[in-house]
């Protein structure tokens, strides 16, 4: 046999981990020098104790401090670096800007890496954009299934679309939410939090980091919609912007914040929908149908590589009928999805093919109340 060793993913229109593969954050941002591209770490005390300097432009360090603050139970992290070296002799001169370059290059080392969260503080252009596309559509042919969680400024237009075409200006929301219709970009985070015991605003950059940090640390099967933001204070997406912001926010799968409880200044997220359009549903998904999807997606791969190098026979295809039960069980006993289905199917002499089929609740959206007075 020569070629690649792979597993070729056709995602099908009804929607079809490994518990080590489970809520890991990829964080991308410059780190204090230019010595690795990729690095992984078992805990984030050890990325802080790793990644300590006193160079403020080495922001990934602060962005670890402030995951480690608030989030210390996050186990494993992964972390791809933008610092870059432009000296040619003698002493380093660091760049810690973000370029497609650098991106591609990250990204490169991410191939077939078992991430759920692609967090980038930074906010990206809509001429970078396309390199983590490209990156995010590779790696679901290979059955590899993670988001993006980044800022997006929701009031930003732009003159170019995604091919470097001149355009009429039009807001950057809305040309995102168009090009990640069919999945890829989780959390476009927009409005700045503050937190109840820090002194400043966050940065839309730390907020990014803050909300990736909440969502890792939350089971996959919870929304996002209307989640109570505990200790956050300040401004929501209308307060910061206007109503008609605030409405474009909602409806262009971004992240935007309002009152719970307005006497009170409780926070909550409004809506977690995504950009990622169903069809059989007629609309788009929310992030925890798109999380607990890309769970089972990550947990039959890591089975199905398993299987890469066994017999193609019906007693290979029993072993995994029994580690596909053992997942389907685990899942709808804790409440992720109400039903998985699969076939397995010898195409070839050393090909098989594996439709998937996952069943999930929706999320509530919309509740009609009727009242009924009466009086005796």
Known sequence: MRGEVQINFVEKPYRAVNNNYRNIICLIAPFKDDSFVFKSY??????VTGEKTTNVSALGYAYLQLLYKYFP?????????LTTNTATSGDPVYNYTVTNEKLAAVLEELDEVGVSFIVIP??????QFPVYKAFYDEQRAKMNAFGLISPVTPTATST?????ATITAANKLTLLDTYFKDGGFWEKITTPIKIVDEEDDFSLAETTVYLAGLTASLAENISLTHYILDNVEGVTSQEEYTKAVFDLINESGAIALNYRDKIHKVVQVYNSGTSTVNEKLGDTLDLKIERVHALII????????NAIG?????ITYDNFESIARAIRDKYVIEGYIT?????????????????????????ISTIDVTGVLIVD
């Open 298 to 305: 990550n947990e039959f791969r890591i089975a199905l590589l």
């Open 122 to 127: 930074a906010e990206l252009s809509i001429a």
């Open 42 to 47: 078992n805990t984030l005390e050890e990325a």
């Open 339 to 363: 039903g998985l289905d699969w076939t397995i199917d010898k195409t070839g002499t050393a090909t098989i093919l594996v439709p998937i089929q996952e069943q999930q609740n929706n999320i």
């Open 73 to 81: 139970d996050i186990d494993e992290i992964v972390l791809g670096n």
């Open 160 to 164: 170019t679309d995604f091919t470097g």
């Open 310 to 314: 066994d017999d193609n026979s019906k």
